[in-house]
Nanobody, 125 residues
């Protein structure tokens, strides 16, 4: 059974940094399969944050220049480094995995087959 477990969330102040981790068990995904991060803020729809496929990445405009996604294939883990956090980054962050090896990096939630339970990130201003 495939499991994605996020960790690293918490309560920080604006301007601080956090690194989220997503540990995958039950399956080793090809590097050609995208791994991504999404978030859902209170009262808002789930939105794409960042994704990685092989060494290519896509990052959403609201977090571009502040968030970086990386992947350690040996550890089957994906990371989201979040710097210069803002109050609008407050959300539950979800890790997701695409079981299909695609030629592009998907940014829509429906393209991802496996999801973690989420980790809360709260940024106080």
């Amino acid at each position: 059974q495939v499991q994605l477990v996020e960790s690293g969330g918490g309560l920080v102040q604006a301007g601080d940094s956090l690194r989220l981790s997503c540990a995958v068990s039950g399956r080793t995904f090809s590097t050609y399969s995208a791994m991504g991060w999404f978030r859902r803020a209170p009262g808002k729809e789930r939105e794409f944050v960042a994704a990685i496929r092989v060494t290519s990445t896509r990052v959403a405009d609201p977090v571009k220049g502040r968030f970086t996604i990386s992947r350690d294939n040996a550890k089957n883990t994906v990371y989201l480094q979040m710097n210069s956090l803002k109050s609008e980054d407050t959300a539950v962050y979800y890790c997701a995995a695409d079981r299909i090896s695609r030629s592009t990096i998907p940014t829509t939630a429906r393209a991802y087959d496996y999801w973690g339970q989420g980790t809360q990130v709260t940024v106080s201003s």
